[in-house]
């Protein structure tokens, strides 16, 4: 088992340019999150999932899409990117056990 | 709204010392707390688990406990080792949702 992976690993981005950031789990978990992690900040939730075809906004929504079209994959996409958003994002899924991460990727915006 | 604080923020021990890691949390209302480490640069690994009926969770050196009506939780590590310099995140799970503590960084000196 792969567990939770993240691609791309790193990017640098100009302010404006769109992306999207890939998670997929092969645990079959049915919920899933998107985090992003600034140095004093800790941990905060962007959005999470908790089934196929559904989303929800979590503390920090602003700024951030996703999708969840395949139970596997959670989708995060940044459509016009902005400095504030220079972080690194963690993925995650769980199940009754607790939560499992993603390594995250570093995202640096211009 | 749930608040996590972990005490402290920074520790500094000497190999073979046995230390003890604090997480308070103001909403007893919780599924399950989740301690985790994280190395620089890295993700998150689940260390330990203890779900709201539970009072501690062993895994090797490692002791969690949980208190739901002081709103605490512990981590116990034994022998700690200079590989166990890292920093460690709790986290309470009120609704299938995470909300971290900012984090005890941990120095193990040889």
């Known amino acids: 088992n792969a567990g939770v992976t993240q691609t791309p690993k790193f990017r640098v981005l100009k302010t404006g340019q769109s992306m999207t950031l890939l998670c997929a789990q092969d645990?079959?978990?049915?919920?899933m999150y998107w985090y992003r992690q600034d140095p004093g900040m800790g941990l905060r939730l962007i959005h999470y999932?908790?089934?196929?075809?559904?989303?929800a906004k979590g503390e920090v929504p602003d700024g951030y899409n996703v999708s969840r079209l395949k139970k596997q994959n959670f989708l995060l996409g940044l459509e016009s990117a902005a400095p504030s958003q220079t972080s690194v994002y963690f993925c995650?899924?769980?199940?009754?056990?607790?939560?499992?991460f993603g390594p995250g990727t570093r995202l640096t915006v211009l | 709204k749930q608040e996590v604080t972990q005490i402290p923020a920074a520790l500094s021990v000497p190999e073979g010392e046995n230390l003890v890691l604090n997480c308070s949390f103001t909403?007893?209302?919780?599924?399950?707390l989740q301690w985790f480490r994280q190395d620089p640069g890295k993700g998150l690994t689940s260390l330990l688990l203890?779900?709201?009926?539970?009072r501690e969770q062993t895994s090797g050196r490692l002791n969690a406990s949980l208190d739901k009506s002081s709103g605490r939780s512990t981590l116990y590590i034994a022998a700690s080792q200079p590989g166990d310099s890292a920093t460690y995140l709790c986290?309470?799970?009120?609704?299938?949702?995470?909300?971290f503590g900012s984090g005890t960084r941990l120095l193990v000196r040889p």
């Open positions: 995650a899924s769980s199940d009754r056990l607790g939560q499992f």
């Open positions: 645990m079959n978990h049915e919920y």
């Open positions: 999932s908790v089934g196929e075809g559904t989303t």
């Open positions: 909403d007893s209302a919780i599924y399950n």
């Open positions: 203890i779900q709201s009926s539970q």
């Open positions: 986290a309470v799970d009120s609704s299938y949702k995470l909300i």
